[in-house]
C-alpha cells in the first residue's frame, strides 16, 4: 500500500468530503503517484510512480475516472474555497482566467477528440492542427510571495468542448461553457468581486447578464467600434387639458428633434462613436473598478 505524507495527506483531507472512503484512498495514490511520476503521466505511468504496478490490478485506476462516483465539480469548488482562503483574503477580488487547450490523443475511437488549432505549437512549423481533446479551463489566478509576487493561474473547474458535427443538437460552444463554469464560481461566492480576463475568441453574447460585481477584460477586434453609454430615458408627464389623438388619427411627429409628450425619448444622437481602436489609445495598465466593463 502507498503511504502518503503527511503534509500532503493534511491538505487532502480537505477534499475528502467529495469521495467515498474507497474512491478517495484511490485518489490519494494516484496524486502520490503522479507527483513522483517522471514522464508522461498515464494511469499505468502514475501507478508505477506509486510503486503499485505489481500490487493492484489496472483496472482499479482506470475505474477511478470512468466509474467512480465523484463530482469535477465539487471537487474544484472545494479546492477553490481553500485556494482563496490562502491566496484572495477577505476584502481581495477573486482573479479568474478562461482560455481552452488541446490535449493531444492518438486513435480515431477517443471520444470527444477532433482537430483543432493547437496554439502550443510554434509557428514555422507547419500545419498547426492536432488530434486530440478540448478543454475550456477556469483558472485562479493568484501571486505567490516565495516568486517575488509572480502572478500563477491554478486550474480549478473545466469542461470537454465536443466537435462540431457531433450528434447532440444541444452542444454548447466555447464562450458558453466557460460562463457555465464561471457561474458557478460566482454563486459559490455571492458577496465577493470577481475579476474575469479572458482573450478576443471568449467576448460573446454569452457573458451578458453579469452581475454588477464581476468585471470582463478582454481584447477587442481592430475594427470594432466603441460608443458611448446611452443616457438614461426620460418621461416628459402630458400637460395639463391635453386631450389624445382620437382613434384613427395620425401620430403626430417632430422633425425638430422635440419630445412628444407621454413617451419615451432618448436624444436623436443617444450613442456617440468613438475613435476605432486602429487609432493610439491610452494603455490600461490596471483592472477596472466593479461593475461590467470591456477593455482592451
Known amino acids: 500500500m502507498c503511504l502518503v505524507p503527511t503534509s500532503l495527506a493534511g491538505l487532502l483531507s480537505l477534499l475528502g468530503p467529495c469521495f467515498t472512503q474507497p474512491t478517495f484512498q ?166 465577493r468581486v470577481v475579476e474575469l480576463v479572458m482573450d478576443g475568441a471568449y467576448a460573446t453574447r454569452a457573458w451578458r447578464g453579469l452581475p454588477d460585481r464581476v468585471t470582463v477584460t478582454t481584447r477587442m477586434r481592430s475594427n470594432a467600434a466603441v460608443f458611448a453609454l446611452a443616457p438614461p430615458r426620460t418621461r416628459q408627464a402630458r400637460p395639463p387639458g391635453a386631450e389624445g389623438r382620437a382613434h384613427g388619427q395620425p401620430r403626430p411627429t417632430r422633425r425638430d428633434g422635440g419630445v412628444r409628450a407621454g413617451h419615451d425619448h432618448r436624444p436623436r444622437r443617444a450613442h456617440p462613436r468613438r475613435a476605432r481602436l486602429a487609432d493610439p489609445l491610452p494603455v490600461v495598465r490596471a483592472l477596472p473598478q466593479p461593475g461590467r466593463s470591456w477593455s482592451c
Not at 505511468?45 to 485506476?61: C, D, F, K, M, T
Not at 482566467?97 to 502550443?120: E, I, P, S
Not at 514555422?124 to 488530434?131: A, N, V
Not at 465536443?162 to 464560481?185: F, G, N, T, W, Y
Open 26 to 191: 484511490t485518489f490519494s495514490t494516484l496524486l502520490v503517484g503522479f507527483v513522483g511520476r517522471i514522464g508522461e503521466c498515464t494511469v499505468t505511468g502514475v501507478l508505477q510512480a506509486a510503486g503499485l504496478a505489481g500490487e493492484w490490478h489496472h483496472s482499479r485506476a482506470h475505474d477511478f475516472f470512468a466509474r467512480a462516483r465523484w463530482d469535477p465539480d465539487a471537487l474544484g469548488l472545494a479546492l477553490l474555497d481553500f485556494l482563496v482562503s490562502v491566496f484572495a483574503g477577505a476584502g481581495t477580488p477573486i482573479r479568474l482566467a478562461v482560455d481552452d487547450t488541446l490535449f493531444g490523443r492518438c486513435g480515431k475511437r477517443v471520444w470527444g477528440a477532433h482537430y483543432l488549432h493547437d496554439g502550443a505549437q510554434p509557428e514555422g512549423s507547419g500545419r498547426r492542427t492536432r488530434w486530440g481533446n478540448c478543454w475550456v479551463v477556469v483558472v485562479l489566478v493568484v501571486e505567490l510571495p516565495c516568486l517575488g509576487g509572480r502572478p500563477v493561474a491554478l486550474p480549478i473547474l473545466f469542461r470537454l468542448f465536443r466537435p462540431k458535427d457531433d450528434a447532440d443538437r444541444d452542444r454548447r460552444s466555447q464562450p458558453e461553457l466557460a460562463r457555465l463554469l464561471v457561474d458557478m464560481v460566482i454563486e459559490r461566492f455571492a458577496d
